[in-house]
């Protein structure tokens, strides 16, 4: 079964780091371009970030553009999204999601998502 | 950035109707627009992507149409497990961009 499964979330201070992880199985993951994306509580759906499967281009939604950078391992078929300097906004579930093969980029596999809390 | 505007905001519905969502991209997006579902506490699902295309595994009642800037989700004959927030997203420019999402609800 294709699928990604991701971790890491959790309750963090204002201004500190985490780092989300994102598996993936049934599927090599360095032949996708992925995705992060969050939904803070009770909101809509805001993408975050976009790699190729090559690793060489990622895109950064300006929210959280110089925060955030995201990383492969192609050994463990994971993807990385390393968060600094977190604000109160950050709070969030944030899903990793495959690229959809195509010429759109749409999101055809999503994990069920890592909460992420930025609070004092 | 493209802004993507999504009415109505929510529906009320009974099961056996039909139900339509709109989305309208701030500019052209030729027909790189997708649809997800999504239900409370649960992952987003795709169900169409390139606009018109239904994603494998999503029922034949889900329909999707429009370009440029106009697009539209149909849902022939609501079924119970079709209460859920639907949200669209562009997919032709960087940041994607998603609607602010259509609740679905019973009537």
């Known amino acids: 079964e294709v699928q990604v499964v991701e971790s890491g979330g959790d309750l963090v201070q204002p201004g500190g780091s985490l780092r989300l992880s994102c598996v993936g199985s049934?599927?090599?993951?360095?032949?996708?371009?992925m995705n992060w994306v969050r939904q803070a509580p009770g909101k809509g759906l805001e993408w975050v970030s976009y790699s190729r499967g090559s690793g060489s281009t990622m895109y950064f939604a300006d929210s959280v553009k110089g925060r955030f950078t995201v990383s492969r391992d192609n050994a463990k078929n994971s993807l990385y999204l390393q968060m600094n300097r977190l604000r109160a906004e950050d709070t969030a579930v944030y899903y990793c999601g495959r690229n959809m093969m195509g010429p759109d980029d749409c999101i055809d596999v999503w994990g069920k998502g890592t909460t992420v809390t930025v609070s004092s | 950035d493209i802004q993507m505007t999504q009415s109505p905001s929510s529906v009320s519905a009974s099961v056996g109707d039909n139900v339509t969502i709109t989305c309208r991209a701030s500019?052209?997006?030729?027909?790189?627009l997708a649809w997800y579902q999504q239900k409370p506490g649960k992952a987003p699902k795709l169900l169409m992507y390139s606009a018109s295309n239904l994603q494998g595994g999503v029922p034949s009642r889900f329909s999707g149409s429009g370009s440029g800037t106009e697009f539209t989700l149909t849902i022939n004959s609501l079924q119970p497990e079709d209460f859920a927030f639907y949200f669209c997203q562009q997919g032709d420019t960087f940041p994607l961009t998603f609607g602010a999402g259509t609740k679905v609800e019973i009537k």
């Open positions: 049934g599927f090599t993951l360095s032949s996708y371009n």
């Open positions: 500019q052209g997006i030729s027909s790189s």
